[in-house]
């Protein structure tokens, strides 16, 4: 079982960027799925989360800017960024609550990371 992030890059301020992330393998069942953030000399932040039934939470700092959304369908969750601002730069990182079919319960799994940076 993996989870493989894409979609960051480099963006002028108020721009936008999607990131994607994919979950694969022998997955029985994923709970919630999320994305976090760690800017340098900081530590991993929430960002933004979803339970597999849609409901969402969002940091503070991203509220009215990003939107998290998810299709089971396909494993995948997705972070939508807009007006993105300097202090969004990170490398992000998305999670997912998962059980895979060799697996006796659930548990963390964590993408490889992606690079946003936000700058003129």
């Known amino acids: 079982v993996q989870l493989q992030a894409s979609g960051g890059g480099l963006v002028q301020p108020g721009g936008s960027l999607r990131l994607s992330c994919a979950a694969s393998?022998?997955?029985?069942?994923?709970?919630?799925m999320g994305w976090y953030r760690q800017a340098p000399g900081k530590q991993r932040e929430l960002v933004a989360d979803i339970t597999s039934g849609g409901n969402t939470n969002y940091a503070d700092s991203v509220k009215g800017r990003f939107t998290i959304s998810r299709d089971n369908a396909k494993s995948t969750v997705y972070l939508q960024m807009n007006s993105l601002k300097p202090e969004d730069t990170a490398v992000y990182y998305c999670?997912?609550?998962?059980?895979?079919?060799?697996?006796?319960?659930?548990?963390?799994?964590w993408g490889q990371g992606t690079q946003v940076t936000v700058s003129s």
């Open positions: 999670n997912a609550d998962l059980r895979a079919y060799w697996s006796g319960g659930y548990v963390d799994y």
């Open positions: 393998g022998s997955i029985f069942g994923i709970n919630d």
